[in-house]
Structure formats: structure tokens, C-alpha cells
Nanobody, 123 residues
Framework: QVQLEESGGGLVQPGGSLRLSCQAS????????MGWYRQGPGDQRVLVAT???????NYADSARGRFTITRDNAKRMVDLQMNALKPEDTAVYYC?????????????????WGRGTQVTVSS
């Protein structure tokens, strides 16, 4: 009923930039928090950045100062601008959204994940 689709991943050299986008679709009434997590090879999935409905942001220490999270409520999108990328940023990046969605008979609040997009930082 609800899908999150990421785009924008790829291969970039150290020091380069990438912009990730996530599009939410489906029977959505309201989107609360949105964000990005990442999972490197052999690592657990960890927070990168989040943004709430009031555009308040939260960043992991590793992302602060280099990454910027923004959202467009009308388009149901959240973006992650990543600058000054490092090899240790290499990971699969996942979009997450906490939202209220509609079924035929009722509405409920759930957290949804995208399938992920690969970011590789290498020379």
C-alpha cells in the first residue's frame, strides 16, 4: 500500500558529491519523520540523518557538516545531499518514513523502508 523508492546512488571519487532522493507513494494521509540510514559491508544499519514534519533535522556525527537532508512535503520526497564523500561512506543507503496510511476501513501509522541504493566512494 505504501512504497519508498530511492534513487541517486552510484560510484563517486573521494571528495565528490551525490544527491540521494526518496519518493513515497501510495495511500498516504500524512508523513511524519523521514530519514536516511546506511549499512556498510559487514556493518549494522545506522542512522545518517532524519527530518521531522517541522523540518527539524538530526545528523549522525559522521554526516554532520557534510550531508544535508531536506524534504518536500507536497512531492512526498526526502533528499540527502552528500558532499566531501569519503571511502568510509560506502554503503547501501536506505530511506525511512514514519507515516499514516489509509486502508479501506481505517488509517494506521507505520514505519516503512525503501529497498536501498548503493553508494560507493572509491578512486
Amino acid at each position: 500500500q505504501v512504497q519508498l523508492e530511492e534513487s541517486g546512488g552510484g560510484l563517486v571519487q573521494p571528495g565528490g558529491s551525490l544527491r540521494l532522493s526518496c519518493q513515497a507513494s501510495g495511500r498516504i494521509s500524512r508523513i511524519n519523520d523521514m530519514g536516511w540510514y546506511r549499512q556498510g559491508p559487514g556493518d549494522q544499519r545506522v542512522l545518517v540523518a532524519t527530518i521531522d514534519g517541522g523540518d527539524n533535522t538530526n545528523y549522525a556525527d559522521s554526516a554532520r557538516g557534510r550531508f544535508t537532508i531536506t524534504r518536500d512535503n507536497a512531492k512526498r520526497m526526502v533528499d540527502l545531499q552528500m558532499n566531501a564523500l569519503k571511502p568510509e561512506d560506502t554503503a547501501v543507503y536506505y530511506c525511512i518514513a514514519n507515516l499514516v496510511w489509509r486502508t479501506t476501513n481505517f488509517s494506521q501509522r507505520d514505519t516503512f523502508w525503501g529497498r536501498g541504493t548503493q553508494v560507493t566512494v572509491s578512486s
